[in-house]
Nanobody, 128 residues
Framework: QVQLVESGGGLVQAGGSLRLSCAAS????????MGWFRQAPGKEREFVAA????????YYADSVKGRFTISLDNAKNTVYLQMNNLKPEDTAVYYC?????????????????????WGQGTQVTVSS
C-alpha cells in the first residue's frame, strides 16, 4: 500500500556530494519515520540515518556524522539524504525505508527490522 521511489544516486569522485531523494506514495499515516540504509558488496545492510515525522528525532551512524544530513519534507512525503565529502567506503546501494507508527526509539529506527516499507535502492559509487 506504500511505494518508496529513490533517486539521486550516481558516480562521483571522492570529496564530492550527492543528494538522494525518496518519495512516498500510497496510504499515509499520522505518525511515521523514515530512514536510509546502505549495503555494500559482501556486507550486511547497515544503518545510515533516520528521522521522525516531526524532525524532532534524528539518528546518524557514526561513520557519516558530520558529512551526511537527513531531512524530511512532510508536504511532499519525501525524505532526503545530503551526502557531502563522500569517500570510497560510502560506495553502496542506498535504500530508503518507512516505518508507520509512533515509535522513534533508537533501537527501532537504526535496524532494518524496524521498518515496514522499502525502496528498491539507488547505487552510489565513489571513486578515488
Amino acid at each position: 500500500q506504500v511505494q518508496l521511489v529513490e533517486s539521486g544516486g550516481g558516480l562521483v569522485q571522492a570529496g564530492g556530494s550527492l543528494r538522494l531523494s525518496c518519495a512516498a506514495s500510497g496510504r499515509t499515516f499520522s505518525n511515521y519515520a523514515m530512514g536510509w540504509f546502505r549495503q555494500a558488496p559482501g556486507k550486511e545492510r547497515e544503518f545510515v540515518a533516520a528521522i521522525s515525522k516531526s524532525g524532532g528525532t534524528i539518528y546518524y551512524a557514526d561513520s557519516v556524522k558530520g558529512r551526511f544530513t537527513i531531512s524530511l519534507d512532510n508536504a511532499k512525503n519525501t525524505v532526503y539524504l545530503q551526502m557531502n565529502n563522500l569517500k570510497p567506503e560510502d560506495t553502496a546501494v542506498y535504500y530508503c525505508a518507512a516505518r508507520w507508527g509512533p515509535n522513534t526509539v533508537v533501537v527501532v529506527l537504526t535496524t532494518p527490522t524496524g521498518y515496514d516499507y522499502w525502496g528498491q535502492g539507488t547505487q552510489v559509487t565513489v571513486s578515488s
